[in-house]
């Protein structure tokens, strides 16, 4: 079984920037890819960005392209989301999610961490 948990999560104005991190424990062995999704409220949850965590490639969705970054530390199981220049749509509970290599979904999620991007 894998476990996350995300941290670094809060108030922020617009405009400011916030690091988010997600930690992977348990049986990581065979996990491909992981992820940051966010949802806010009425609204569904929705892709922000996906590393994989041999090649490192990268991937964004187009609302934040060029204001978020992903990033991993393969050493310590840990990803991370710089996010800068956060605009109040930013606003949502941010969800750390992973993928296992035989899958192609992400099965595995965390709590959440709040981010608020006041304007």
């Known amino acids: 079984q894998v476990q996350l948990a995300e941290s670094g999560g809060g108030l922020v104005q617009a405009g400011g920037s916030l690091r988010i991190s997600c930690a992977m424990s348990?049986?990581?062995?065979?996990?491909?890819?992981m992820g940051w999704f966010r949802q806010a409220p009425g609204k569904e949850r929705e892709f922000v960005s996906a590393?994989?965590?041999?090649?490192?490639?990268?991937f964004y969705s187009d609302s934040v392209k060029g204001r978020f970054t992903i990033s991993r530390d393969g050493a310590k199981n840990i990803m991370y989301l710089q996010m800068s220049s956060l605009k109040p749509e930013d606003s949502a509970v941010y969800y750390c999610a992973a993928q296992h290599v035989t899958t192609s979904r992400y099965d595995y999620w965390g709590q959440g961490t709040q981010v608020t991007v006041s304007s």
């Open positions: 348990g049986n990581t062995y065979g996990m491909y890819a």
């Open positions: 590393i994989t965590l041999s090649a490192g490639s990268t």
